[in-house]
């Protein structure tokens, strides 16, 4: 069956080291591969994406991501962490086998530490 | 969020009654989605719209009812609902073309407690 795992429910940081939220799914043909972040009291807000391309991918507030497709890991990592990059962090991906939808890994809660 | 709209923001509901759930995309795109958010549960996807037409009802039950007149509009029906049903249900819009696959765009959500 086609799954997202996001295996840390909780991810804790200081504010100034670097930061990894993991992800990792499963083979089911080419996966197109997606983070979101959400906020509270808000709606999910896209993060980056992979396609196809270069597997270390750039995206929104410094975020940047890589595919890694022997390990099948999209880990979510940023260099230098900020408090307001505290929030709920959502991996998700489409595979490219047939009309499918997007499935969401449960989510990680990321906590910055001053 | 602007990009994505949904209304009522919260709605307290009891399970009786009968109430719809709003949303509205300013962005031009072709699909629109309907999700559930429960606490320490996936987001759970309940329908897809793609040009207008319903192409996925993941078995969600029939007290709730998607409505989608027009390509920005998308509407969710509630009725007779449980107390199980309450959550944070979101919105999202994505462009869909064969083969290219874009992101999906959220609404801010509507959360909703069924008393």
């Known amino acids: 069956a086609q799954s997202v795992a996001q295996p840390e429910d909780q991810v804790n940081v200081a504010e100034g080291n670097p930061l990894t939220v993991k992800c990792t799914y499963s083979v089911s043909g080419n996966p197109y591969l997606f983070w979101y972040v959400q906020y509270p009291n808000r709606g999910l807000q896209f993060l980056l994406k992979y396609i196809t391309g270069d597997n270390l991918v750039k995206g929104s507030y410094g975020f940047e991501a890589e595919f890694n497709k022997s390990q099948t890991s999209f880990h979510l990592k940023k260099p230098s962490a900020l408090v307001s990059d505290s929030a709920l962090y959502f991996c998700a991906v489409r595979w490219d086998s047939g009309n499918t939808p997007l499935v969401f890994g449960k989510g990680t809660r990321l906590s910055v530490i001053a | 969020e602007t990009g994505v709209t949904q209304t009522p923001r919260h709605l307290v509901m009891g399970m009786t009654n009968k109430k719809s759930l709003k949303c509205e995309q300013h962005?031009?795109?072709?699909?629109m989605y309907w999700y559930k958010q429960s606490a320490k549960k996936p987001l759970e996807l309940m329908f897809v719209y793609s040009l207008e037409e319903r192409v996925e009802n993941n078995s969600v039950p029939s007290r709730f009812s998607p409505e989608c007149p027009n390509s920005s509009h998308l509407f969710l029906h509630l009725h007779t609902l449980q107390p199980e049903d309450s959550a944070l249900y979101l919105c999202?819009?994505?462009?869909?073309?064969?083969?290219?696959?874009?992101?999906?765009?959220f609404g801010p959500g509507t959360r909703l407690t069924v008393t």
């Open positions: 999202a819009s994505s462009q869909e073309l064969a083969g290219v696959y874009y992101e999906q765009y």
């Open positions: 962005l031009g795109h072709n699909a």
